[in-house]
């Protein structure tokens, strides 16, 4: 059933701005067949049928947010180079306010899967992982100590290509807005860059990371809540979403207050991005003034529709209000406690 407060916030996440500071990434797929092996080596010759671009990374939570109708503001990093030209372009097929800085020293993040018989071959990396330079820093502190006050929602979408630094989480964090309102940082974790973290309001790390984090198995039923206690001991952030990937989530809303939302996904095809639709979503649904636990329910409905979808799948206000419509109210309890 869709209830008035649902029909209100889903209208009320057009228009919303969030700005995303992060690893853009260009993903690439080539789809072939194998009929033979090589004669050169022991590997599969692939002929290639069809090759396909999309947005990785940062890029694909913009535009995640582009999809749900709000406004993103995107800051990252690319080179000078076709790669870059070519995230450049499918952003622009997206409403994106595009703040990328261009860095002549690094070639942009591509990672290229080469798929046949709908089986993953290999996966080709081409990307410089280095501290950026001083410049490129400064143009990132420059935007966001300029312009990032105007902002209720920040996401930190953090694939530890060096974007994500102490000096860009401090800035971060020191942003004042009118009436000395703070941005909300919500931040998808790479798990080496746990120690930047500390007093940001959101963490959304996945199982594997959240556990990565808190040196402890996230192991279901009773694990999510011991990592979630050692990562608030930690980390000393406000709130904390555990996606939990077929088990749905676990939302801590403070360190006391643990529940666990199930999955409302009913077929699962492709979990790729899932994780990006996640903090998209409940970056958005807050922009527009949802509570925690509702953005979450929310964030948990997209995530549900885009796993059901093969490839880039991106959820709409539209496709959520019929995901609300469908499902009976999901049956959220008290996370299962540690032991
Ligand atoms: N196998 C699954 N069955 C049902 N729901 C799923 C499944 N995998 C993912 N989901 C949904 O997607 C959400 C996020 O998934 P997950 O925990 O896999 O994130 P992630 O690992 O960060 O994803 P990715 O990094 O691939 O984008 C889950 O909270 C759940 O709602
Ligand atoms: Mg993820």
Redesign the pocket.
């Known amino acids: 059933m869709i209830t008035k407060e649902h029909d209100t916030l889903l209208k009320a996440l057009a228009g919303k701005r969030v700005m995303i500071v992060g690893d853009v990434m260009l993903d690439h797929y080539t789809f072939g067949q194998v009929s033979r092996i090589s004669p050169e080596a022991p590997v599969p010759v692939v002929e290639v049928i069809r090759e396909e671009y999309v947005l990785g990374g940062a890029g694909n939570v913009a535009r995640n947010i582009d999809a749900l109708e709000g406004k993103a503001t995107l800051l990252g990093v690319i080179g000078n180079d076709r790669d870059g030209e070519t995230l450049i372009a499918l952003l622009n097929e997206h409403d994106v306010d595009i703040r990328l800085v261009h860095d002549d020293r690094r070639r942009t993040t591509r990672k290229t899967r080469i798929i046949a018989q709908n089986q993953q071959i290999v996966r080709i990396d081409r990307e410089n992982a280095e501290p950026l330079s001083n410049t490129v820093v400064a143009a990132l502190l420059e935007y966001i100590q300029t312009h990032g006050q105007h902002y209720d929602i920040v996401i930190v979408s953090d694939y530890g290509k060096g974007v994500v630094t102490r000096p860009i989480m401090d800035a971060l964090r020191a942003l004042t807005g009118p009436e000395g309102r703070k941005p909300r940082i919500l931040v998808d974790p790479k798990p080496q860059n746990y120690d930047l973290y500390h007093n940001v309001d959101i963490l959304t790390p996945?199982?594997k990371e959240a556990s990565e984090g808190a040196g402890l198995p996230c192991v279901w039923p009773h694990g999510p809540a011991a990592v979630g206690a050692a990562l608030f001991k930690r980390l000393n952030c406000r709130d904390l979403l555990i996606?939990?990937?077929?088990q749905?989530?676990a939302l801590f809303e403070g360190a006391e207050h643990a529940s666990h939302i199930p999955?409302f996904?009913r077929k699962?095809f492709d979990?790729?991005?899932?994780?990006?639709t996640?903090i998209a979503t409940l970056a958005l649904a807050l922009a527009a003034g949802a509570t925690l636990l509702d953005a979450a329910m929310l964030a948990?409905h997209a995530?549900?529709i885009v796993?059901a979808q093969v490839g880039a799948a991106t959820p709409t206000p539209e496709g959520l209000r019929q995901a609300v419509q469908d499902r009976p109210a999901p049956p959220i309890t008290v996370l299962p406690a540690a032991r």
């Open positions: 996945n199982a996606t939990l990937g077929p749905g989530m999955t996904a699962v979990v790729t991005g899932a994780g990006d996640v948990n995530a549900g796993v």
